[in-house]
């Protein structure tokens, strides 16, 4: 069984980046698609990103396309979220999810595995 831990979180000034990384435990990351979330205080829990098994399709949220990058390592059984020209309305908790199927979901009812969540916190 595969299991997921953030890291990467922080308080970053508008304008500035942070990359977000999710390793995984267990020898079957390679098959798994992963999708980034985010939720807000009081808001739902809402899709940021997601790439499949191969990294061969890779889905984002249209708040955040030319901004933020998702990749993975497998390898290093790693994905990540690059995160560029952070806005205030970016602040939230961050989740990773991992989808045994191996396809990317928009949709976190998808996802079989998540991670812990992880702050980002955007603010002058």
């Known amino acids: 069984q595969v299991q997921l831990l953030e890291s990467g979180g922080g308080l970053v000034r508008p304008g500035g980046s942070l990359r977000l990384s999710c390793a995984a435990s267990?020898?079957?990351?390679?098959?798994?698609?992963m999708g980034w979330f985010r939720q807000a205080p009081g808001k739902e829990r809402e899709f940021v990103a997601a790439i499949n098994w191969s990294a061969g399709r890779i889905y984002y949220a249209d708040n955040v396309k030319g901004r933020f990058t998702i990749f993975r390592d497998n390898g290093k059984s790693t994905a990540y979220l690059q995160m560029n020209s952070l806005k205030p309305e970016d602040t939230a908790v961050y989740y990773c999810?991992?989808?045994?199927?191996?396809?990317?979901?928009?949709?976190?009812?998808?996802?079989?595995?998540w991670g812990q969540g992880t702050q980002v916190t955007v603010s002058s």
């Open positions: 999810a991992g989808s045994q199927e191996g396809i990317a979901r928009v949709d976190p009812r998808e996802y079989d595995l």
């Open positions: 267990g020898r079957s990351f390679a098959d798994y698609a």
